[in-house]
Each structure stands twice: as structure tokens, then as C-alpha cells.
């Protein structure tokens, strides 16, 4: 049974974030930006400042209409949350650092 133009549409959207997420972990620039903040604790201000002028200024590409929101953890130096919902669903990475300068990167895509 061929899919419906809703079906087909909705996937090639999924595929489309997954493909995002996918690219964002291997783009240069997004890898060299996550070193920094790692070697340099007191680089994540400029973050908590302006998250999206950080993005920006490091050329890690974001999807049209990104919503970038950072906040502080009391256990570790922060967490990173990119949204986006150009792709017809809503894509989160998350990037989160430990007090002990550990970066963790957590990817979701919400398939509805």
C-alpha cells in the first residue's frame, strides 16, 4: 500500500532531523566549540550571554528558526538546549557539562 502525501511528507521530515543531528555531530566547527568550553569553564558566560551570537561567531550551522536556550545546573557548569521545528517535527540536542569539565550530548527527535 503506498503511503499517503501526509506519510511521506512526515517522514521525509524525520529524515531530515535525524540528518541534522547526524551532520551536527561531525561539523568541525560544532566538535572544536564543545573542546573550548571544555578546556575553558569560564568561556560558558559568553554561552549563558548570547547562546545563539556563540553559535554564530563559531559558524556552527543552526536550522531556521532554532531556538537556543541555555541554563545552569547546580551539579555542573551548564546545559545547552537547541530546539528546532523546521523539519516538521521538533528536534532537541541537548549538551550538557559536568562539574568535572565531562561534555555529554543527548539528541531527541519527537516523531509526532
Not at 512526515?10 to 571544555?38: F, S
Not at 545547552?80 to 540536542?93: D, E, P
Amino acid at each position: 500500500m503506498p503511503l499517503s502525501r501526509n506519510e511521506l511528507t512526515r517522514l521525509k521530515g524525520l529524515a531530515a532531523a535525524h540528518q541534522y543531528i547526524a551532520d551536527l555531530g561531525k561539523d568541525k566547527n560544532a566538535i572544536a566549540a564543545l573542546n573550548e568550553l571544555q578546556d575553558d569553564p569560564e568561556l560558558w558566560k559568553e554561552l549563558f550571554r548570547n547562546p545563539a551570537a556563540f553559535a554564530k561567531s563559531r559558524g556552527i550551522p543552526l536550522p531556521k528558526g532554532a531556538k537556543i536556550t541555555v541554563t545552569r545546573q547546580k551539579k555542573s557548569g551548564g546545559e545547552v538546549n537547541v530546539q528546532a521545528a523546521g523539519f516538521g517535527h521538533s528536534v532537541s540536542v541537548t549538551i550538557g557539562a559536568e562539574s568535572n569539565g565531562k561534555i555529554s550530548v543527548w539528541c531527541k527527535v519527537d516523531a509526532t
